[in-house]
């Protein structure tokens, strides 16, 4: 079991940057692959990014988007720069016991935080 704890969601302008983090609870953080994943109103949550063995970004936020892990603080981020009023979203953190393949799917991770918000204004 892991509970995750996502911070960093804010306004901001467009072209403006925004950094999220995603705390995990327990002892077995480095076993887990992360996600971050993004729903809109009226729109479907959608993967944004996963980090295992290798990392994976949707097309929409490649060489926009960053994501990585900090194993020793249980902690996973995604930078966010260029941000544009698509972006705007409920951004969620995910967690699946690790395997070689990324998942990109919801229905792949176990686990979810409580989301936060990122407003993009043009």
């Known amino acids: 079991q892991v509970q995750l704890v996502e911070s960093g969601g804010g306004s901001v302008q467009a072209g403006g940057s925004l950094r999220l983090s995603c705390a995990a609870s327990g002892r077995t953080f480095s076993s887990y692959a992360m996600g971050w994943f993004r729903q809109a109103p009226g729109k479907e949550r959608e993967f944004v990014a996963a980090?295992?063995?290798?990392?994976a970004y949707a097309d929409s936020v490649k060489g926009r988007f960053t994501i990585w892990r900090d194993n020793a603080k249980n902690t996973v981020y995604l930078q966010m720069n260029s941000l544009k009023p698509e972006d705007t979203a409920v951004y969620y953190c995910?967690?699946?016991?690790?395997?070689?393949?990324?998942?990109?799917?919801?229905?792949?991770?176990?686990?979810w935080g409580q989301g936060t918000q990122v407003t993009v204004s043009s």
């Open positions: 980090v295992s063995r290798s990392v």
């Open positions: 995910a967690a699946r016991v690790s395997t070689p393949a990324i998942a990109t799917t919801v229905l792949g991770y176990s686990y």
